[in-house]
């Protein structure tokens, strides 16, 4: 299989250029040994051992340039940017970086999961000393990059001002919405898209481009003492002055850029990582704007170019040199330009998003540099998202206006085709020949008409293992693989959950927005009109929630026009974070005393009924 059958960049890299494994090198100081992390009930909850395999030559079960992107992410342990900057990398899906000031020192990034940053904190602490955290600093709204923000820094010392907390303006609504409202749809193709439950090795999960899969301990999130919200902003934290630049829309909605001056250092958090990024996730997000993200680059190279010897980022390894930096960072400001320019032009030739995805290549400059490839973002489903980003999931065609939903349309296929055990029969020849896209678009069709037929999982399967091996994007090369495993195996779960932190930090509007997406719209049309009414005790909030035709409307104060509640809620909000965290029930707590109910109890009752639990492993590969 060619790049170009898996929709990947074309070309080729200079595989005589070696310079990422000096600088995924330079600066190492020690290993953590063993490189496991374990929860406080012994789970593991992060094995970088498990990858020593990558020091092989690649088998022929792995596309040969995702296998040495591999090899180099997982290069783990404490590394030194320059004097007084330091990283542990290889320890979860990101970077934490650790810069020293007067009296301690600054985190930036504190991971995904608390057990990972302690082990973190305590690998530099180590090697350079046991220094007071004096601030912690979020590049962005993404979890990899706040998560294990608990494991070092304690929240009392930030809530008593001594550890402030520096976050882009817009962090918190962020941080804690994108994955609230379409949450468990997004943990569940997270699934696919990381691999964590693949067991690791030459066939099976080798990382995912970006770093190696995601640490699954214990997620928080303390919120931000400190906005920045201006670009040009100077902050001095125990001695450390750091100049930002705000960068939303970019790789995530609330992101930011800051430079060292005094270092002659610069941090571009995930703005510019050695892979071409994702501009549509996966696992589901909202579509990116390329071209917004290629002018804040131009911008990152016109406020801080000339004073910068160093750019390190939350992933992967820094580049030295203010010429390779500038050059660096460029490149990928031209990738996302091109990405964004050509794809819109192909847009107006008439192209679809698919056909666009099969004619883009990049120019051959940009083909040969490595920190371009898409082993994170296929320049394939990139092209997509722009697509998507402009003219929507429909392409013009009227026959494609109003087509069978997946399971009728397939039993249709099949039909027309000849039946399920003929359609196999002839995917099995399209399999011998390679053509493994086709069998793998046929073979949909006859498991969404008949799921349990055994020759179409058993080689369908086969399919996907094939694919994803021949892949250079990680997440495709996930995506196979798991498909290929639930297949096979049934389905293997979703290893994340939601956070307690996250949930209290959404606001009471966010919370009641998180209950209208859970609402059953047939079942609530039928139980008519319904008000109620909610008092929360800790932060003098009163909301409102209309129930009509369907719909939930939450409204602070009281309803419009005077109409009274059937039911007033008085309670902590802290009270109603355990009940929707699954720790406690409303039932309990009212019979507790830790929530008071005036009014018509079957009027609450009545509403909690009508909201749909969402169900975390639900079928991707079949209906």
Same mark, same amino acid.
């Given at each position: 299989?060619?790049?170009?059958?898996?929709?990947?960049?074309?070309?080729?890299?200079?595989?005589?250029?070696?310079?990422?494994?000096?600088?995924?090198?330079?600066?190492?100081?020690?290993?953590?040994?063993?490189?496991?992390?374990?929860?406080?009930?012994?789970?593991?909850?992060?094995?970088?051992?498990? +990858?020593?395999?990558?020091?092989?030559?690649?088998?022929?079960?792995?596309?040969?340039?995702?296998?040495?992107?591999?090899?180099?992410?997982?290069?783990?342990?404490?590394?030194?940017?320059?004097?007084?900057?330091?990283?542990?990398?290889?320890?979860?899906?990101?970077?934490?970086?650790?810069?020293?000031?007067?009296?301690?020192?600054?985190?930036?990034?504190?991971?995904?999961?608390?057990?990972?940053?302690?082990?973190?904190?305590?690998?530099?602490?180590? %090697?350079?000393?046991?220094?007071?955290?004096?601030?912690?600093? +979020?590049?962005?709204?993404?979890?990899?990059?706040?998560?294990?923000?608990?494991?070092?820094?304690?929240?009392?010392?930030?809530?008593?001002?001594?550890?402030?907390?520096?976050?882009?303006?817009?962090?918190?609504?962020?941080?804690?919405?994108?994955?609230?409202?379409?949450?468990?749809?997004?943990?569940?193709?997270?699934? +696919?898209?990381?691999?964590?439950?693949?067991?690791?090795?030459?066939?099976?999960?080798?990382?995912?481009?970006?770093?190696?899969?995601?640490?699954?301990?214990?997620?928080?999130?303390?919120?931000?003492?400190?906005?920045?919200?201006?670009?040009?902003?100077?902050?001095?934290?125990?001695?450390?002055?750091?100049?930002?630049?705000?960068?939303?829309?970019?790789?995530?909605?609330?992101?930011?850029?800051?430079?060292?001056?005094?270092?002659?250092?610069?941090?571009?958090?995930?703005?510019?990582?050695?892979?071409?990024?994702?501009?549509?996730?996966?696992?589901?997000?909202?579509?990116?704007?390329?071209?917004?993200?290629?002018?804040?680059?131009?911008?990152?190279?016109?406020?801080?170019?000339?004073?910068?010897?160093?750019? !390190?980022?939350?992933? %992967?390894?820094?580049?030295?040199?203010?010429?390779?930096?500038?050059?660096?960072?460029?490149?990928?400001?031209?990738?996302?330009?091109?990405?964004?320019?050509?794809?819109?032009?192909?847009?107006?030739?008439?192209?679809?998003?698919?056909?666009?995805?099969?004619?883009?290549?990049?120019?051959?400059?940009?083909?040969?540099?490595? %920190?371009?490839?898409?082993? +994170?973002?296929?320049?394939?489903?990139?092209?997509?998202?722009?697509?998507?980003?402009?003219?929507?999931?429909?392409?013009?065609?009227?026959?494609?206006?109003?087509?069978?939903?997946?399971?009728?349309?397939?039993?249709?296929?099949?039909?027309?085709?000849?039946?399920?055990?003929?359609?196999?029969?002839?995917?099995?020849?399209?399999?011998?020949?390679?053509?493994?896209?086709?069998?793998?678009?046929?073979?949909?069709?006859?498991?969404?008409?008949?799921?349990?037929?055994?020759?179409?999982?058993?080689?369908?399967?086969?399919?996907?293992?094939?694919?994803?091996?021949?892949?250079?994007?990680?997440?495709?090369?996930?995506?196979?693989?798991?498909?290929?495993?639930?297949?096979?195996?049934?389905?293997?779960?979703?290893?994340?959950?939601?956070?307690?932190?996250?949930?209290?930090?959404?606001?009471?509007?966010?919370?009641?927005?998180?209950?209208?997406?859970?609402?059953?719209?047939?079942?609530?049309?039928?139980?008519?009109?319904?008000?109620?009414?909610?008092? !929360?005790?800790?932060?003098?909030?009163?909301?409102?929630?209309?129930?009509?035709?369907?719909?939930?409307?939450?409204?602070?104060?009281?309803?419009?026009?005077?109409?009274?509640?059937?039911?007033?809620?008085?309670?902590?909000?802290?009270?109603?974070?355990?009940?929707?965290?699954?720790?406690?029930?409303?039932?309990?707590?009212?019979?507790?005393?830790?929530?008071?109910?005036?009014?018509?109890?079957?009027?609450?009752?009545?509403?909690?009924?009508?909201?749909?639990?969402?169900?975390?492993?639900?079928?991707?590969?079949?209906?």
């Amino acid at each position: 299989m060619s790049d170009s059958d898996l929709g990947l960049v074309g070309g080729g890299p200079d595989w005589d250029d070696e310079r990422d494994f000096a600088d995924a090198g330079r600066g190492f100081v020690a290993r953590l040994e063993p490189g496991v992390v374990r929860d406080a009930g012994g789970r593991v909850v992060w094995d970088a051992d498990a +990858y020593g395999f990558l020091e092989q030559e690649c088998p022929p079960s792995a596309h040969p340039s995702l296998w040495r992107q591999s090899g180099l992410v997982a290069r783990q342990g404490l590394y030194e940017v320059v004097p007084g900057i330091y990283q542990v990398r290889g320890l979860d899906l990101s970077n934490i970086t650790f810069v020293e000031g007067e009296r301690g020192v600054v985190v930036v990034d504190p991971l995904i999961s608390a057990e990972v940053a302690a082990a973190a904190l305590e690998l530099y602490r180590e %090697h350079r000393g046991v220094r007071p955290v004096t601030a912690v600093i +979020y590049t962005h709204s993404h979890v990899d990059h706040f998560g294990g923000v608990r494991g070092v820094v304690d929240p009392e010392e930030v809530a008593a001002g001594r550890v402030p907390v520096i976050a882009p303006a817009g962090f918190l609504e962020h941080a804690a919405s994108e994955n609230v409202f379409t949450g468990t749809a997004m943990a569940r193709r997270s699934g +696919y898209m990381y691999g964590a439950a693949l067991p690791k090795g030459p066939a099976g999960q080798i990382g995912c481009g970006l770093g190696q899969t995601t640490s699954t301990g214990t997620v928080g999130l303390i919120a931000p003492t400190l906005d920045i919200t201006a670009t040009g902003q100077e902050e001095t934290v125990d001695g450390v002055r750091m100049v930002f630049q705000l960068t939303p829309g970019t790789e995530a909605p609330a992101e930011m850029n800051f430079h060292f001056p005094d270092l002659r250092v610069l941090c571009v958090a995930e703005n510019a990582c050695h892979t071409l990024h994702n501009v549509l996730t996966l696992r589901g997000a909202l579509v990116r704007d390329p071209s917004a993200w290629a002018r804040y680059l131009t911008e990152t190279v016109r406020l801080f170019a000339d004073a910068t010897d160093v750019v !390190f980022a939350s992933h %992967h390894w820094p580049t030295w040199g203010r010429e390779r930096a500038v050059r660096f960072l460029e490149e990928q400001r031209d990738a996302y330009a091109y990405l964004h320019d050509q794809s819109v032009r192909l847009i107006n030739a008439g192209h679809t998003g698919a056909e666009i995805a099969e004619e883009l290549r990049f120019p051959p400059a940009l083909e040969r540099a490595w %920190h371009v490839r898409g082993y +994170y973002g296929s320049l394939s489903h990139n092209a997509k998202a722009v697509y998507q980003r402009y003219m929507g999931w429909f392409d013009g065609n009227p026959a494609h206006l109003w087509q069978h939903e997946p399971v009728e349309a397939a039993r249709r296929y099949v039909e027309f085709m000849g039946g399920a055990d003929t359609v196999v029969a002839k995917a099995r020849k399209s399999y011998e020949d390679g053509d493994l896209r086709w069998v793998a678009e046929v073979l949909a069709h006859v498991l969404f008409a008949e799921p349990g037929h055994a020759g179409a999982r058993g080689l369908q399967a086969d399919t996907f293992e094939r694919l994803g091996q021949g892949s250079e994007c990680g997440p495709w090369r996930n995506f196979y693989l798991v498909g290929a495993a639930e297949l096979r195996e049934g389905i293997l779960g979703t290893p994340t959950r939601s956070a307690p932190d996250i949930l209290a930090a959404l606001t009471a509007r966010q919370v009641f927005q998180s209950m209208a997406v859970r609402l059953n719209g047939p079942r609530a049309a039928e139980a008519g009109r319904l008000l109620l009414r909610w008092e !929360f005790t800790d932060t003098g909030e009163a909301w409102s929630l209309l129930l009509s035709n369907g719909a939930l409307t939450p409204m602070p104060g009281d309803a419009p026009r005077g109409e009274r509640p059937a039911v007033t809620l008085r309670l902590a909000r802290t009270t109603l974070n355990a009940v929707l965290g699954g720790r406690t029930t409303f039932a309990a707590e009212i019979a507790g005393g830790g929530a008071v109910l005036d009014g018509d109890v079957q009027a609450l009752l009545t509403f909690g009924a009508l909201l749909d639990a969402p169900d975390p492993d639900f079928a991707i590969v079949t209906p």
